[in-house]
């Protein structure tokens, strides 16, 4: 696949390997004067000197989209100097990784890529990234994160050979960088290893210099400009860290499981009734400014890896959804009840693969469950791809809700249903092939009556329409 990784930092590159390992095509983007601390192990290198190698991996600055593409193509990765990420425009890449480890999400959106992996503090799944990569060292370092953050930043670093805080060569005055220690170089506590502006900096401990930033980079009072280690062992500095490898494995874990769900799934919205019950077309009601139907189309786009349809008999719903390149499929007999649009968005998902890869399944969600949370239809996706044969829903405890995801082996009886069932009966008959995907009980209410709509205050507070 395609992926571009935004930062090409030491963690950004221990990323890299591992997904360069795996046979991917990489791209990664890096600022015009890179602050990487521990740069002999950095593609971020390439951007002042043109070329970088670390272990297996060899980088090369690129200056345009032909040059990147040259790279690439002759099976190197590409370093661009792109701060707000614009090449994923012409790249079109399948996967990106935000690895900038800025603490804090810098622009990345959910909808920048078919899959959309934050590493670090700052994201939350399912509102700007499909998963996040947890970055703090300890028992959960290198987890994925497919519902919620990692775990917030502390401002104190992991502790190496027994010190934290001491470790850190930090800035002493605004101004450039002036190293008087190397790279590998043992110092002792107290010695001056840089200059910042014209005034020395100390180290805080003996050991060996595992980083330090580039002569003449920019530098202001505080900033980290080198990291020292107790454990003095010189392939540390020219080796990818542990912690890099354990965080890269996360996010090749995560890719290897959207690459196995990638293009194989349709999903279906159903938005065809009638809304007798709720007096009108309740898929109008406006909820913080937009309506109801918005809010779903909100979420589909998120999963731009799958080919999305809605049923519906409202030509504003069917415009608006051919706008964001969700195909509309219509439905003038909502009175047929539900069986009707799940029928008829089957038979437009199986159409739509004419000449591709038989669907693994295909995810049916209702129109009117504004508290369904981006992250839970991820989760459902998951559980679908390691369990085929499966029918898998959001639910809560024993109760079973939607959306469901459905195996192809319950395609010719999804044809056969009739009324205003559903699939609910088939769930009943195949009780012990239900797997059911733990939400909260707001995400799996429905509008029925006016007064199910939630307020502004309940949505906010959900965190999930805005």
Avoid at 184 to 199: D, F, N, P, S, Y
Avoid at 205 to 221: F, N, Y
Wanted: charged share 25%.
């Amino acid at each position: 696949m395609k992926i571009l990784i935004k930062g090409a930092g030491d963690l950004a590159t221990g990323i890299a390997s591992r997904l360069y390992g795996a046979g991917h095509q990489i791209l990664m983007t890096e600022i015009a004067v890179p602050l990487t601390v521990r740069r002999t192990v950095a593609l971020s290198r390439a951007v002042y000197e043109g070329k970088a190698e670390v272990e297996e991996l060899c980088g090369f600055l690129a200056d345009s989209r032909e040059k990147a593409q040259e790279i690439m193509g002759r099976g190197d990765i590409a370093v661009i100097v792109d701060p707000e990420a614009e090449s994923r425009k012409w790249y079109g890449p399948d996967v990106i990784v935000d690895a900038i480890l800025a603490k804090r999400n810098l622009g990345t959106q959910i909808t920048d890529a078919p899959f959309v992996v934050g590493v670090g503090p700052g994201f939350e799944a399912g509102r700007d990234c499909h998963c996040v990569i947890e970055t703090k060292r300890g028992h959960t370092l290198g987890n994925i994160i497919w519902k919620g953050s990692a775990i917030p930043n502390t401002g104190i670093p992991g502790n190496v050979g027994g010190y934290t805080l001491e470790r850190l060569i930090r800035a002493s005055a605004d101004g450039v960088m002036e190293p008087k220690a190397c790279i590998g170089e043992c110092v002792e506590k107290g010695q001056i290893v840089a200059l910042t502006g014209g005034k020395p900096v100390y180290a805080q401990m003996s050991g060996i210099v595992r980083g330090m930033l580039q002569e003449g980079a920019p530098v202001t009072k505080d900033l980290k400009v080198g990291d020292i280690d107790a454990r003095a062992e010189l392939s540390h500095c020219y080796t990818i860290s542990d912690k890099a490898r354990a965080i890269g494995g996360g996010v090749l874990e995560a890719v290897s499981r959207f690459e196995k769900m990638k293009g194989g799934y349709a999903i279906v919205v159903l938005a065809a009734g009638a809304g007798t019950r709720f007096g009108g077309n309740k898929l109008r009601a406006i909820i913080n400014g937009r309506t109801l139907y918005e809010h779903m189309l909100d979420k589909m786009q998120a999963f731009s890896a799958f080919s999305a349809f809605i049923v519906t008999g409202d030509e504003m719903i069917a415009r608006e959804a051919r706008r964001r390149g969700i195909t509309p499929v219509w439905n003038g007999e909502p009175e047929r009840g539900i069986s009707r649009s799940l029928q008829l968005g089957l038979e437009a998902a199986l159409q739509g693969r004419s000449g591709s890869r038989p669907l693994k399944g295909v995810l049916f969600s209702v129109c009117d469950q504004p508290g369904l949370k981006i992250s839970t239809i991820q989760r459902i996706f998951n559980e679908a791809v390691l369990h085929p044969g499966s029918i898998v829903c959001a639910g809560s405890s024993a109760r079973k809700g939607n959306p469901a995801l459905w195996d192809p082996a319950y395609f010719s009886e999804l044809r056969g249903l009739s009324g205003d069932v559903g699939g609910r009966q088939l769930m009943e008959k195949y009780r012990d092939r239900v797997r059911i995907v733990e939400a909260e009980t707001e995400e799996l209410e429905d509008v029925d009556l006016r007064e199910d709509l939630p307020s502004e205050r309940t949505m906010q507070a959900g965190g999930q329409l805005e």
